[in-house]
């Protein structure tokens, strides 16, 4: 056997687990900005009071989660007058969900699945944590989850409003939104409350990525299996997507093909054939999370022509297959656009020039594939 050919219980990844998407790296570069705002947002809650609110935006891929889960390290690090509790609002996207995940985090065991009302839960957790003389901090990751049925609004609003009734609880939220804006208007008793200080996490440089996934490369693979020039293209593609974690993924994927071929290196060509899927990959997070009414929705849009319609087509399309109403064909048209799925702009034409364009902001094809599957 040839002595670059790969034997069949060998393998290229020294530490697979650092192209995982959900790795944090011991050493984070390149949000110290970022960072220091949140430090600053936090501070009134190590001297025991609320802190101030913060709104993290940015596209995905630009390091808002990793920045909060390692905030969230430093502070329980060093205090014990705060408790932290990271929320990912994709997989706990209710006020009851979120507040069991709360509850967890406090008392070290989840709430009974059945037989206690929201009112009880939530009395136990703010009597605790008065008791305890502690503050709460939220992260609400991925905060667009919640903007369908407005359940960001009881969310927010237990959260920033019981201390009025509940003397000695307190509480903050850190939200993250990938968008370069909070477009979700809340209910204006939440709104008095929720004035949060914006964070922007704009998309990292080409050299920033290529330290990050140069950094990476190292730690997760054995010498001499990726060069600088693969390493370039892994970095072109990345700048050119925008999103850091289809670096990370592309790495991985370009690795698991370099294997295939029982190579000791990967080639561009590996890089070139794992591009064509970790391009997909923010589609692929994003359809995973839809429920069966909105694949059919997405399907929908993604099979008119061009990937776009006018708004009324789309609903009469929907009602034909669903019987849905229009304000359930409203609300997952407002997740799909939340989720960066679609997107809608008006026309001149009809009724006082407001008929809505809905258009897909990825490919139909690779749409269709992916809600089949």
Known sequence: MKDDMLLWDETLFKDPEVFELDYVPEHFDHREAQMKSLRFCVRPAIRGARPVNALCLGPPGTGKTTTIIKLFEEIEKHTRSVITVHINCQIDGTRYSIFSRIYKKIFGVAPPSSGISFKRLFDKIANELASREVVLIVALDDVSYLFPEKEIDQVLYTL?????????????????????SMKYIPDPRVESVFRPEEILFPPYKRDEIFAILSRRAQLGFYPGVLSQDVLDLVVDFTTESGDLRVGIDLLKRAGMEAERRASRS??????????????????????????????????????????????????????GITQAGYTKFYE??????????VETSFTGSGMRGRSRIIRLRCDPAEVITRVEE
């Open 332 to 341: 997952i048209l407002k997740r799909l656009e939340a989720l960066r799925l």
């Open 160 to 180: 920033l409003r019981s201390h009025e009734s509940l003397p000695g609880f307190r509480a903050g939220v850190i939200a993250a939104h990938s968008e370069p």
């Open 266 to 319: 990967i080639s561009e060509e590996d890089v070139r054939r794992a591009f064509s899927s970790s391009r997909f990959l923010h589609i692929e997070h994003a359809i995973r999370s839809l429920s069966g009414d909105e694949r059919t929705l997405l399907r929908i849009i993604a099979e008119q022509p061009g990937g776009k319609a006018q708004s009324g087509e789309l609903y009469r399309t929907y009602h």
